[in-house]
């Protein structure tokens, strides 16, 4: 579970739907506890902390002993980032019933949230064992393998997942991912197109290919990529980082220093950007990297502004137009 434009499930218009959809299932049972533990998740994705707020209080005060209440409860503090509260929540669900293999799964995914991946592993094997079927927990033990850096593991794992929710464009973004990791670059993109055409609006898909392509040099296709997640996230600051380093490539260095200086404006310290907790760090920069790149780029900016003020005033207005 990642929140945020770029990070999170991805689900864009699903959970909009799925919101409505539960929405209007309360309103009809309000005591109605089946499922409510996917509601909550829907409401996490989306941000809605007043509404995950009252829910987790209704459930909570009508039954502590049912394993949905505890779920919604600590996805309630997860939205707060109360990691800890949320992971003892998760943990009392578990204990209310030890068959509810969801319980398990957004255990894992604290877990995973708070770096305890040795911890998070017997949670997400015990919700494949009670539900072979349950693709959450498939997804987040690829994702543990992942981040361990043991990617043929980590396909496998997605795979599986992906098998179980063939039409689940998240899951086909990180194959993709994984696939480029091992340099299987062509068989990415094909993935991220594949993940793409199931949701076109998916921006996490859109920012992968884009990176993958500058990665390897197709700098003009690249190019069309961000310009078209540019209307999807017009606020994301690496997204605008790598429009700069594209027109870098391509010796358009009035348009680069225009991005370099947008991207530092939305987040100046380049730490903040919800999208670095989903890339895959081997073809963008690091933390320390991006802030000192912005910086260089904001001094060259500054004198090309001095020196040619006119020239940047028109890529700027060129810029504007697209945006």
């Not at 829907?42 to 509404?51: G, I, S, Y």
């Not at 911890?119 to 690829?142: D, E, T």
């Not at 073809?283 to 991006?290: A, G, T």
């Amino acid at each position: 579970m990642l929140p945020g434009n770029l990070n999170g499930c991805g689900c864009g218009l699903a959970c909009l739907q799925a919101e409505k959809v539960f929405g209007e299932l309360r309103y009809l049972d309000p005591r109605y506890m089946e499922g409510m533990e996917i509601y909550s998740t829907t409401l996490w994705h989306l941000q809605r902390d007043v509404a995950l707020s009252a829910l987790a209080q209704e459930l909570t005060e009508m039954d502590l002993n049912s394993p949905q209440a505890w779920c919604v409860a600590g996805n309630c503090y997860s939205l707060q980032r109360e990691h800890d509260v949320a992971i003892k929540f998760f943990k009392r669900a578990v204990q209310v019933d030890p068959t509810f293999a969801y319980a398990y799964t957004l255990l894992g995914h604290e877990l995973v949230l708070t770096e305890e991946l040795d911890k998070a592993l017997p949670c997400f094997r015990n919700a494949v064992r009670i539900n072979p079927r349950h693709y959450n927990a498939w997804y987040g033990l690829g994702l543990i393998y992942f981040k361990q850096e043991k990617c043929v593991l980590a396909e496998v794992h997605f795979r599986k997942a992906l098998g179980i929710n063939p039409q689940n464009s998240v899951l086909l973004c990180h194959v993709g991912v994984v696939q480029h990791a091992q340099k299987k670059t062509e068989a990415a993109l094909e993935t991220f197109t594949k993940a793409i055409e199931l949701d076109p609006k998916n921006p996490l898909c859109k920012f992968h290919r884009a990176s993958v392509l500058f990665s390897i040099e197709k700098y003009k296709a690249a190019l069309e990529e961000l310009d078209e997640l540019k209307e999807i996230v017009p606020k994301e600051s690496l997204v605008y980082f790598l429009i700069g380093k594209v027109y870098k490539k391509l010796g358009l260095t009035h348009l680069a220093l225009m991005n370099f200086s947008w991207a530092m404006d939305l987040d100046p310290k380049g730490v903040n950007n919800q999208i670095k907790e989903a890339i895959d760090k081997r073809y963008l920069p690091d933390e320390e990297e991006f802030a000192g790149e912005m910086d260089i780029e904001s001094e060259t900016f500054e004198e090309a502004t001095m020196t040619d003020g006119e020239d940047v005033q028109l890529h700027a207005a060129e810029s504007d137009e697209s945006l």
